[in-house]
């Protein structure tokens, strides 16, 4: 059974910093793609930055470059968002997601959310001013 779950959402002031995890079971890793997105009550879910597990290469929504950073453990087969210099409008439940088979070759199209066969429950950011 594929179980994503996210944890280390929080309250946090402007300008802070979290680090939110995804931790994943049931899956084989190296075929491996993971993203997260995030979601505000009456939008669409948004994208926010994906990772290849076999290669460790990234992509990030331009609102987050320089902010935000994907890592991910092998070990504890999890997935790591380092999130620095957090703004109010990041506000948000962030949400982990897998495709187990990365069928996309090019990383940007998991931008989009379809790419991606599960879904962790999500986590509340929320980023005071």
């Known amino acids: 059974q594929v179980q994503l779950v996210e944890s280390g959402g929080g309250l946090v002031q402007a300008g802070g910093s979290l680090r939110l995890s995804c931790a994943a079971s049931g899956l084989t890793f190296s075929g491996l793609t993971v993203g997260w997105f995030r979601q505000t009550p009456g939008k669409e879910r948004e994208f926010v930055a994906a990772i290849r597990w076999s290669y460790g290469s990234t992509y990030y929504t331009d609102s987050v470059k320089g902010r935000f950073t994907l890592s991910r453990d092998n070990a504890k087969n999890t997935v790591y968002l380092q999130m620095n210099s957090l703004k109010p409008e990041d506000t948000a439940v962030y949400y982990c997601?897998?495709?187990?088979?990365?069928?996309?070759?090019?990383?940007?199209?998991?931008?989009?959310?379809?790419?991606?066969?599960?879904w962790g429950q999500g986590t509340q950011v929320t980023v005071s001013s």
């Open positions: 997601a897998a495709d187990p088979k990365s069928r996309s070759p090019l990383l940007s199209d998991y931008a989009r959310a379809y790419k991606y066969d599960y």
